[in-house]
């Protein structure tokens, strides 16, 4: 992180992250969807210019244009739902997300195997990796669970065209919306066709939608995605 960031907090609370984002980053945006601890916040921090705070819903208040970043301790609820938020639009601003959520949830959005439908949803423009598991003894009050870091950075080189993000999504739901059958049989992929592919990809014959990682549904996209 450098001065010359903008920094969007998800979920800003009494401050407690704010302020040495404060002091490393350009410009902050804290959102906080408790009404008093916002105020708290304008009444503690707001003295900074570089700081803007916002009482709303991380799912609803608009995201900015220029390049950002996105830093916070996301619910465990609706961790999920803010990551589809912010990593839907492959076209958005956005540049990297550094957050706290649900390690379990953690782990399934960077495994490779089985790979998960939401996770190669983003896969091919965001790259995803769980960098530090946080015991919910670290937290006031402690939580149920523990939690995960999870870093997500832009690829410097998308595997696909942001253009192509709905035909390949589509490919994807596909597949995994009959889950336990044979991915060929599943997309009606024709055996010559799918023979090629899963020698030239080392994949099973037999596979099903959660073998093939990104890498592997890119290739399949490319082969047969874009005459679906």
């Known amino acids: 992180m450098s001065r010359h960031d903008l920094v969007v907090e998800f979920g800003a609370g009494t401050g407690s992250l704010t302020r040495p984002l404060l002091r490393r980053a350009d410009r902050v945006i804290a959102i906080e969807l408790d009404p008093a601890l916002a105020a708290f916040l304008r009444d503690d921090l707001g003295g900074d210019p570089r700081l803007t705070v916002v ?5 609803k208040v608009p995201l900015p244009r220029e390049p950002f970043r996105v830093v ?3 619910p465990f609820g609706s961790g999920t739902r ?5 990593l839907d639009d492959p076209g958005s601003a956005l540049t990297r997300v550094d957050v706290l959520i649900q390690h379990e949830a953690a782990r399934k959005r960077t495994q490779v195997a089985p790979s998960t439908l939401a996770t190669l949803r983003w896969s091919p423009w965001w790259d995803l990796r769980l960098v530090r598991l946080v015991r919910r003894e670290a937290f006031v009050p402690p939580p149920s669970v523990d939690a ?3 870093v997500i950075e832009r ?3 998308p595997l696909l065209s942001e253009r192509h993000r709905m035909s390949y999504r589509r490919l994807v739901a596909d597949g995994f919306a009959h889950a336990a059958t044979p ?6 992929v024709p055996r010559r066709t799918w023979t090629a592919f899963a020698h030239e990809r080392g994949v099973p014959h037999d596979a099903r ?5 990104v890498f592997d549904w890119v290739a399949l996209f ?3 995605g874009r005459r679906r």
């Open 148 to 150: 995960g870091l999870l």
């Open 183 to 188: 991915l060929a049989r599943a997309l009606g």
């Open 55 to 59: 009482c709303g819903n991380a799912l």
């Open 155 to 157: 690829r410097a080189d």
């Open 82 to 86: 803010i990551l589809q938020r912010i």
């Open 209 to 213: 939608a959660a073998e093939l990682d």
């Open 222 to 224: 490319e082969r047969i």
């Open 72 to 74: 916070g301790n996301l």
